[in-house]
């Protein structure tokens, strides 16, 4: 038989699946390809979440979720939009306001980031780089919410304020130091560590008897003592140095007994060094209930919510941010009733070069103020 013959009737075979044998050749021809050959992906679409929007909540969720009322928040985002609005709206760019109301939640609950983002409709990397640039724009208003009476007329004010309270007469301002946990760098770990093994930031505020914040240091770590702090800080100087006359600070028996500092006598012995400690602690109470709300408050900066995760630095603009919120919610008449008992140390610490001239201001004031009872 003639071979052509033959392999044209093979190509012919009615018995043969031809179908079959093609999609074969073709697995095969696939399966022998380079592995580094894929097929194309074809792009995916963008999917944009829902983004915060204020005018969609009540007033008491804005309250409870951010701690401030819907005209303080707008009137805050008015004060810094220039450093936080989009310079573009293409790509679906974040509102400014939309960063504020994300970095008011973090500070008012103290939430991871992520879960941040998954309410606020952004990742956590965007929350990240959003608590840096609002934190930043924030600092910049601290001057005109946070600022020691200095004219007369306020200073006047403020003493009468303090005076209402148990009669100390010349009170500009209640003084103390609150530790707020950290998580130290590992290269400066000792220097955090405060009296409780525990570390912080050791945060000096002086608040006035409405408790708003006078004052406010943050800088310094956890290892540093109150007196110390006072003692290198721009308002101890000026007391120091004479700059703010005519009125006293009221402090703890941690602080060294000062012409222009008040503090409570170790061992009263007359009726009227007890009726001066009762003065003195009544009225030194309103700088523990002012950390009592703050912390309340800005739950970041209680230790319920525990360490926050960020650097010394980063720490400080977070509780000097909060203590300028403190005082545009109080402002706004967002009070929140927490009585917090006062921490009272009245243990004897008279030292420093002051301490005589302090003391001798002390027994004046006792004598003038406390030796016989007032009756209201």
């Avoid at 109470?285 to 926050?308: P, W």
Wanted: with cysteine.
């Amino acid at each position: 038989m003639d071979g052509g013959f033959f392999l044209a009737q093979l190509d012919f075979f009615p018995a043969m699946d031809y179908d079959h044998m093609q999609e074969q050749e073709v697995t095969e021809t696939i399966v022998q390809h380079p592995v580094h050959v894929r097929p194309r992906r074809l792009p995916l679409p963008r999917v944009f979440r829902q983004r915060l929007v204020l005018e969609h909540m009540s007033d008491r969720k804005i309250v409870d979720d951010y701690r401030l009322t819907r005209t303080a928040i707008y009137q805050l985002y008015h004060e810094i939009r220039d450093d936080i609005d989009p310079t573009t709206h293409r790509s679906h760019a974040v509102p400014g306001l939309a960063k504020l109301l994300t970095v008011l939640q973090f500070l008012a609950t103290g939430t991871f980031q992520h879960v941040l983002g998954g309410n606020s409709g952004v990742d956590q990397a965007t929350v990240s780089r959003h608590l840096s640039q609002v934190l930043h724009a924030l600092k910049k208003c601290v001057r005109q919410h946070i600022a020691f009476p200095t004219g007369e007329e306020e200073q006047r004010r403020v003493k009468q304020d303090f005076y209402k309270i148990a009669r100390l007469p010349n009170v500009l301002g209640a003084i103390d130091c609150t530790h707020v946990a950290l998580t130290p760098p590992a290269d400066r770990e000792m220097q955090y560590r405060n009296r409780k093994m525990g570390h912080s930031l050791n945060v000096q505020v002086v608040c006035d008897a409405n408790l708003r914040i006078r004052d406010v240091v943050t800088r310094f770590p956890g290892s540093c003592h109150d007196s110390y702090i006072l003692s290198n800080s721009a308002l101890g100087r000026k007391f120091a140095e004479g700059q703010i006359q005519n009125g006293w600070l009221l402090g703890d028996a941690g602080y060294g007994s000062k012409t222009w500092l008040l503090t409570p006598l170790a061992v009263p012995r007359s009726d009227a060094e007890k009726r001066y400690n009762e003065a003195h602690i009544a009225t030194r109470c309103t700088i523990e209930r002012t950390f009592g709300v703050l912390k309340s408050r800005f739950r970041c900066l209680h230790i319920s919510g525990g360490s926050l995760q960020y650097s010394p630095e980063k720490v400080a603009d977070i509780v000097l941010v909060c203590c300028m919120l403190h005082n545009i919610a109080l402002k706004h008449h967002l009070d929140i009733d927490i009585v917090v008992p006062p921490e009272v140390d009245i243990a004897s610490s008279d030292r420093g070069t002051d301490a005589s001239k302090g003391n001798a201001v002390r027994r004046k004031v006792i004598h003038d103020f406390f030796s016989e009872p007032r009756h209201p």
